[in-house]
């Protein structure tokens, strides 16, 4: 089992930025290949980033591409979302989530374990 807690969400202005935290226990997190997703209101959940378990891999949504930036600190057991250049369309529920491989996956079908979410919303 796999527990991950998000936080760092808020309220922030068009062109700002936030940082999301994601905290893991359970498993050797240098293990564990780690995602990003969120959920806008009314709409189906979509990939943001993910990285691999070392955290030499990454790969982004075409979406967020050039502004947010995925990373990891194994020695904490967290991995990061640094967003910068946020706009309003960027609003919604972000959750971070593991799969039992160390390898990067886009497809949120390939995480077994989910964070409980956390409130990004951009004023503009």
């Known amino acids: 089992q796999v527990q991950l807690v998000d936080s760092g969400g808020g309220l922030v202005q068009a062109g700002g930025s936030l940082r999301l935290s994601c905290a893991a226990s359970?498993?050797?997190?240098?293990?564990?290949?780690m995602g990003w997703f969120r959920q806008a209101p009314g709409k189906e959940r979509e990939f943001v980033a993910t990285?691999?378990?070392?955290?030499?891999?990454?790969y982004y949504a075409d979406s967020v591409k050039g502004r947010f930036a995925i990373s990891r600190d194994n020695a904490k057991n967290t991995v990061y979302l640094q967003m910068n250049s946020l706009k309003p369309e960027d609003t919604a529920v972000y959750s971070c989530?593991?799969?039992?491989?160390?390898?990067?996956?886009?497809?949120?079908?390939?995480?077994?374990?989910w964070g409980q979410g956390t409130q990004v919303t951009v004023s503009s």
């Open positions: 989530a593991a799969r039992i491989y160390s390898s990067i996956h886009s497809d949120e079908r390939r995480y077994a374990y």
């Open positions: 359970g498993r050797t997190f240098s293990s564990l290949g």
């Open positions: 990285i691999s378990g070392s955290g030499s891999s990454v």
